[in-house]
């Protein structure tokens, strides 16, 4: 009997390809490593990441309900439920004030929502997969799957096509060489059939709002993807995944070598990954 040959590829995401990218050793504490005395992953909770958590959850939420179905309850009261999964400690807060600053954020940004929904009311697709989690194998010869959950697919229907919407809750615009809208771009064109239409970043932090962008070309989206990928698989291979600023670390890599170094406090698990924080 041979072994389903999805437990032996390398998965790849927008998040892992990221991590990569900034330090080769990120990738590998946050991707690779496992703690041994839990056999868990290990990540650093920090109140950026804890509001954009709990911002996604309650947007993201809403896509499985029916259109006249999606604000009928307000999303600050879904967020005062999402937070609770958040709040203090779990959320990497030092003080009450820190966490009510973020928290005031999150609820701006889901005002806003309700204020200008847009797309939010108009019907959604997701991406099916055996695992729950979309994926599809970016490369069968060098046994590669690429892998992510796009944040909204808007459904075009006048013109059976979608609309890719990727969430922001930072307070930067997205980088113009960031991969992330080649992956979602690769994941729609290989997991469903309508054409791709558009594709946006939707900045909830700031006025700016919903921001069209140019549609990856699917030739050179491909190649740059699958370029990252290829050096990370090597770079498992030989195990030589180093930080390029030596032993010490970088600004990247320094939080989770911190834990390892005994430095941060065990907050949770979520059954794959063991919760710090610093």
């Avoid at 927008?14 to 990218?21: A, V």
């Avoid at 600050?76 to 954020?105: H, I, M, P, Q, S």
């Amino acid at each position: 009997m041979t072994s389903d040959p999805k437990f032996t590829a390398v998965w790849v995401s927008h998040s892992s390809l990221s991590d990569f990218l900034k330090c080769p050793r990120l990738y590998y504490l946050r991707n690779v490593y496992k703690d041994p005395s839990t056999g868990h992953k290990i990540t650093v909770m920090t109140p950026p990441l804890a509001l954009g958590q709990a911002v996604h959850e309650v947007v993201e939420s809403l896509s499985i309900l029916p259109t006249e179905e999606r604000l009928k309850i307000s999303l600050l009261d879904k967020l005062d439920e999402a937070w609770k999964k958040v709040t203090g400690k779990w959320g990497g807060f030092k003080t009450d004030e820190e966490e009510n600053e973020y928290k005031d954020r999150a609820r701006t940004m889901l005002q806003a929502v309700m204020d200008n929904p847009g797309p939010i009311l108009n019907k959604a697709i997701k991406l099916k997969s055996d695992s729950g989690l979309p994926y599809y194998w970016l490369s069968g010869e060098d046994n590669i799957i690429l892998c992510g959950k796009i944040d909204w697919i808007e459904y075009l229907e006048d013109i059976d096509s979608i609309h890719i919407i990727d969430f922001k809750t930072g307070k930067n615009e997205e980088n113009d060489d960031s991969l992330q809208l080649h992956i979602y771009y690769l994941l729609a064109k290989n997991m469903q059939k309508r054409k791709i239409e558009k594709i946006s970043y939707w900045y909830l932090d700031h006025d700016v709002g919903l921001v069209e962008k140019k549609l990856p070309d699917e030739k050179e989206a491909y190649e740059k993807v699958d370029e990252v990928a290829k050096r990370m698989k090597l770079g498992r291979q030989i195990d030589h995944l180093k930080c390029p600023k030596g032993d010490g670390g970088c600004f990247a890599c320094r939080p989770l070598e911190s834990i390892l170094e005994g430095k941060g406090e065990l907050v949770g698990t979520n059954g794959w990954q063991d919760i710090y924080v610093l």
